[in-house]
């Protein structure tokens, strides 16, 4: 049997799906005039103070100790946003980003959740609620559903979330994709055809394959064969070889962990007709025990993410000027450095705005500080910002989703939260 | 309406791990019957003679730790260093538990047990991510859940939060009270280092293996927990914490906050590690752990969103016995929702792995060569990345991508053993009551042995359990 590209085979079984699949020649750059939006979930909540130090409030040093990350000039000092705030050493593309005036910070920012759980958190950070469980879809997935059609994908699914899964903010009622390499062989077109025969009377199945079997021929078709393989040449033996092998010899090391997602995100990108929206998650954030300062666990994790961003502005190309990149976490951790040289969870954290279309260079904050009495409830960085106001601004000036639908359906009941104007360049 | 052959595929695969060939004829008749017989006897404990104590694996980690500590004027980073040669000592380890726990998976009489334990194991989860429970996490299972699986919630709870990898993973064993013997002789020396509480364990142990998230504790509730079970902590030979037997679980009085502190509005009295098995086994029997317990089993073994009448009857026999394990067991097999709706539940990537490898009865050997399959199709084991485990709805598992992973991974095992197995003869013994016409009718007309294989695995009921 022999093995053919699925693109061939939506193209003869004619499935729905296949109406993406009609042009073989799809442009590369980017038009200039279709903006996309990438947001990244840090889960496991970001420590804002480490990742974007004010070291100019006079409580920071002694709240951090010997973790406290140092004033700009000093060894492993911040890299200086202004006269109060730094970056992390270790955030160099962010630091260039800010000089670009490509990229925004903001802090003491917090989603509309009060509590310490990450998993409630979380589910607040996606389905753009006050409440955790309030609505079983996410906020992006409803703003796509409300998207003007010259903003939405010319074919297909206007979003895309890089994993097997969908997450929770990318979840309901508009058609989305999802997607993750594959190191296993592809079926050979009869097989495929009688199973999606055998799912036709079963409505969850068949819209997955017929989606998993859209996107994969963008995929195809929008990064050429070599490319996407490329993606994965990390894992170009385990194709072969995987269901026999130990995972342990087959894993790739990289120092990019984020190198095959970026690669695969910037390839459905860039295309013309592919997607306008990318998610995927970024873990390891949740640093109770030795968490350390300029250097050390978050210092690693914090590098891997601003590599994996500088070779997303690398790969997306001319794309990038289009682009607007939302980093965001489900809550801070304590002011406070804990027993154990890491922080416990806490409420107001850090979050970016970066990309070529981002009207940068500053910080947004409404700095309440770090005395004991600013603090809220005596331990976290207090929220004087509202994550909804950011993201609000972000849908309206870059997607154009409009005011109405941002209260009605994207983020309901956040009528006090005004969208923060002027994000994105006009 | 009780069709006893559906209720033989029910018992088979939602409850066990899927169905043998052979097994659906077993549970026969009485598919109650068949699963409450294995609540007999002891729960079954792994076999493997390379499998080692927990405590002796640790201490062979700390005394690599130590190694680096007396080598340290050594101008290399020691923590990376360390990190590396502990993630090297832990890596065969992993592979010999989880060979072990497949190889149990594959050929088990009693997959009920099996798979409950599996429950509980991620229920009171740790993952292998954190390189420090590498290779903890599978003595981890066998040490604190497999031999209370058929005891008291109680139990289970002890052992988990004294087990070394728990401490480990949720950072307790050097969470210190700020007034304790420790720390105020270091604060009495001047030194830089300030100590105090890792809030960690006590909060997950409240948020999501006891009273759950909603089940009415505040961050005072939490902190004061948390300095209730300062001390509860690895015993070492080297270091500013030596003392103990080297890798087990060790209370230190000198790292405990000393005095009383109130948890969920009750005072409990200094009593050094009493005070917080103390606090452990009161949140047993609040009524939030009995919701929160019954939900996540009444939502594992009876669907994503499970009737409030079983929840409630579950909660009842979990509070009535106080947290008496086959108690709950057995209610649950008696629910009348348990049988109302086969195929309610998607099954995880481990899931439909473990049943399509029982289904055609793959030799014990396979179980070292299976292990890359569960990180392919997305739920390595002893992976789940969080303390909350696995998700357990069917939208956590069934993207378009998971699901094409799960039929290309289907078609390699169709090819493989095509030749070997019948898949028209093996449809009935795994679908059994649950077989629909259309899957019968393809698996009939297929073009090749393999290709009927594939379609078998691939088939929407067998998706599901």
Not at chain 2, 173 to 180: K, L, R, Y
Not at chain 2, 302 to 306: H, N, Q, T, V
């Given at each position: 049997m022999t093995a053919i590209k699925r693109r061939d085979f939506i193209r003869t079984a004619g499935l729905a799906a296949g109406s993406l699949l009609m042009t073989s020649k799809i442009a590369f750059a980017g038009s200039g005039t279709r903006p996309r939006f990438v947001f990244i979930i840090l889960r496991g909540a970001l420590d804002g103070l480490t990742a974007?130090?004010?070291?100019?409030?006079?409580?920071y040093a002694r709240l951090r100790g010997e973790v406290a990350i140092a004033a700009p000039g000093a060894a492993g000092g911040a890299l200086r946003l202004d006269g109060l705030f730094g970056l992390h050493p270790s955030l160099a593309f962010l630091s260039e980003s800010y000089g670009a005036h490509e990229l925004i910070v903001f802090h003491a920012m917090a989603s509309p959740y009060r509590e310490r759980s990450h998993f409630d958190g979380q589910d607040v950070l996606e389905n753009g609620c006050a409440h955790a469980h309030a609505l079983q879809s996410g906020w992006i997935n409803r703003a796509l559903a409300a998207l003007p059609p010259d903003r939405s994908a010319r074919r297909g699914e206007s979003g895309i979330a890089l994993g097997q899964n969908v997450p929770l903010v990318m979840r309901g009622p508009a058609p989305v994709a999802s997607w993750s390499p594959s190191h296993l062989a592809a079926l050979d077109e009869d097989t495929l055809q009688r199973i999606t025969d055998l799912y036709s009377t079963d409505p969850l199945l068949s819209q997955r394959l017929a989606d998993a079997l859209a996107t994969q021929s963008v995929a195809d078709a929008a990064q050429g064969d070599s490319a996407m393989a490329a993606a994965s040449e990390d894992n170009a033996q385990i194709a072969q070889t995987q269901l026999l092998a130990r995972p342990e010899q087959a894993k790739p090391k990289s120092a990019a962990p984020y190198k095959e997602v970026i690669h695969a995100a910037a390839g459905f990108l860039r295309s013309d007709d592919g997607p306008r929206v990318a998610v995927f998650d970024a873990l390891g954030w949740d640093t109770h025990a030795n968490e350390g300062g300029a250097q050390g666990q978050l210092a690693g994790r914090l590098g891997n993410l601003d590599a994996g961003l500088r070779l997303l502005k690398e790969e997306l190309g001319p794309v990038w000027r289009d682009t607007v990149v939302m980093i965001a976490t489900e809550f801070g951790r304590t002011a406070a450095v804990n027993g154990t040289r890491g922080t416990d969870h806490g409420t107001a954290a850090a979050a970016f705005l970066v990309g070529g279309a981002v009207r940068g260079g500053r910080v947004i904050a409404d700095w309440p500080g770090l005395s004991e009495r600013a603090l809220y409830q005596g331990r976290d960085l207090a929220p004087t910002l509202n994550l909804h106001s950011a993201l609000k601004g972000v849908l309206a000036d870059?997607?154009?989703?409009s005011a109405c639908a941002l209260d009605?359906?994207?983020?309901?009941?956040?009528?006090?939260?005004?969208a923060l104007p002027d994000l994105v360049r006009a | 309406m009780d069709d006893p052959a559906l209720n033989a595929a029910i018992a088979a695969n939602r409850f066990g791990l899927g169905a043998r060939p052979g097994e659906l004829a077993r549970a026969g008749a009485d598919a109650r019957g068949w699963l409450s017989a294995q609540l007999a006897g002891d729960a079954p404990q792994l076999r493997g003679t390379n499998l080692r104590a927990s405590a002796d694996i640790l201490s062979q980690a700390l005394e690599l730790r130590r190694e680096r500590r007396d080598a340290r004027a050594e101008a290399v980073a020691p923590n990376a260093a360390v990190v590396m040669k502990v993630a090297q000592l832990y890596r065969p380890i992993y592979i010999d538990e989880t060979t072990a726990r497949i190889g149990e998976a594959l050929t088990t009489e009693r997959p009920f047990i099996e798979h409950l334990t599996y429950f509980w194991t991620n229920h009171f989860a740790v993952s292998v991510d954190k390189v420090a429970v590498f290779g903890l996490a599978g003595s981890f299972e066998r040490e604190a859940i497999r031999p209370h699986v058929l005891g008291n919630f109680t139990e289970l709870l002890l052992a988990s939060t004294q087990h070394p990898a728990m401490l480990l993973y949720l950072d307790n064993?050097?969470?210190?009270?700020?007034?304790?013997q420790l720390a105020l002789g270091a604060a009495r020396r001047g030194g830089e280092r300030r100590f105090g509480i890792n809030e960690n364990l006590a909060r997950e142990i409240l948020e999501l293996q006891t009273l759950g998230v909603s089940g009415g504790y505040t961050q005072a509730d939490v902190t004061s927990f948390a300095k209730v079970i300062t001390g509860w902590s690895i015993g070492a030979n080297f270091g500013r914490f030596a003392g103990g037997t080297p890798g087990q679980f060790v209370f230190r009085e000198q790292m405990h906050e000393p005095g009383a502190q109130s948890v969920l509005g009750k005072r409990y009295a200094e009593g050094g590690m009493e005070q917080g098995v103390a606090v452990l086994r009161d949140l047993v029997q609040h009524s939030a752990t009995a919701q929160f317990v019954a939900t996540k089993l009444a939502r594992h073994f009876?669907?994503?969103?499970?009737p409030r009448t079983a929840v409630d009857a579950l909660a009842r026999a979990f509070h009535d016995s106080r947290g008496d394990l086959p108690t709950v067991y057995r209610a649950l097999i008696g629910l009348k929702e348990s049988w109302a709706q086969a195929l309610a539940k998607f099954k995880t990537p481990g899931e439909y792995i473990i049943s399509s490898l029982r289904g055609l009865d793959v030799p014990v050997q396979y179980a070292d060569k299976a292990r890359a399959s569960f990180a392919l199709l997305g739920q390595r084991i002893y992976s789940p990345g969080s303390p909350a485990g696995w998700p357990d709805r069917s939208a956590d598992w069934d993207g378009a991508s998971a699901i094409m992973k799960r039929i290309e991974w289907a078609d390699a095992l169709g090819q493989k053993l095509g030749a070997h197995r019948d898949a028209a003869q093996l449809a009935p013994q795994w679908l059994g009551g649950a077989m629909s016409a259309p899957t019968h009718t393809s698996i009939a007309r297929a073009a090749s042995a393999s290709q009927a294989l594939t379609l078998l695995l691939t088939a929407p009921e067998f998706m599901r359990r």
């Open positions: 974007v130090p004010p070291y100019g409030d006079p409580y870059h997607l154009a989703v009605a359906s994207v983020f309901p009941d956040s009528a006090v939260a005004k | 064993q050097t969470s210190i009270g700020p007034n304790s009876i669907a994503d969103e499970p």
